[in-house]
């Protein structure tokens, strides 16, 4: 718990707040925007489901790019500040260290899943459907969510420590996001392979076509996709901690 506060105590004068607010309030005005449009020409979708698809979609564009940014915020302090001795000298175990900085970066992008559902249930009654908010079907979006971006989190955090200049970090994370915006027109296995795709195939909602008709339609979260998404996070973080801990400083 030290060195987590100690990450969080190094961040309080970066910014995070206001780049949270912004990224947060781009991706849901650009998301209620659009679904808005959509309820205006087809108003038999309004409802909770429209409104979790459609921001899970953004998510694929607008979390990989969050996720990287924060990262290098976290890690580049070490780079800059040439700190990696004296936290040694500390006899606090590299290990540690990597993980209370995934640690901290999990928690910061939790809340600003949190804050996504809130945004949606907030969109939902302003809009004054009928249904009570779905809170089971937002935590399960949530779950889904955080599942494949604390994978991408290991992914951007391997790459952030090892390498110094953090434009490789950040040019990744841009990667990402286009990769999570286009991945449903790629073929099922390339997708299964891109840890970015999982914004879209661990939501609890999907697009289906009945009777010539897009729905949106309730799903359960797929096993397999939510393993497969766990062992490419576990895979990365792993291999980014013994990575990192071998080093040379």
């Not at 809130?118 to 969510?145: C, D, H, K, N, S």
């Not at 997708?191 to 008709?213: H, K, M, Q």
Request: glycine share 8%; with cysteine; charged share 15%.
């Amino acid at each position: 718990m030290h060195a987590i506060r100690l990450e969080f105590y190094k961040l309080r004068r970066k910014r995070l707040t206001l780049m949270f607010a912004l990224f947060l309030a781009v991706e849901l005005g650009w998301a209620f925007a659009s679904l808005s449009m959509s309820i205006a020409r087809r108003p038999d979708n309004a409802g909770w489901p429209a409104a979790i698809a459609t921001v899970a979609s953004m998510n694929g564009l607008f979390l990989p790019i969050l996720s990287a940014v924060i990262v290098s915020r976290i890690c580049d302090m070490e780079h800059k500040g040439q700190t990696w001795k004296l936290l040694m000298s500390a006899a606090v175990a590299r290990s540690r260290i990597y993980a209370a900085k995934y640690i901290a970066a999990c928690l910061l992008l939790a809340v600003a899943v949190a804050l996504q559902a809130a945004g949606i249930a907030a969109f939902g009654m302003a809009r004054g459907w009928a249904e009570a908010v779905p809170v089971a079907l937002l935590l399960r979006y949530a779950a889904g969510t955080m599942l494949a971006t604390a994978a991408i989190v290991a992914l951007q955090q391997w790459l952030s420590l090892a390498v110094k200049n953090q434009a490789f970090a950040l040019a990744l994370g841009m990667l990402g996001g286009f990769a999570g915006m286009t991945a449903d027109l790629f073929p099922a296995g390339i997708r299964a392979g891109l840890i970015w795709s999982y914004f879209t195939g661990l939501s609890p909602v999907t697009f289906g076509y009945i009777d010539e008709t897009m729905r949106y339609v309730l799903r359960d979260i797929s096993p397999s996709h939510a393993l497969a998404a766990l062992a490419m996070g576990a895979a990365a973080y792993i291999a980014g901690s013994i990575h990192v801990s071998r080093q040379e400083i």
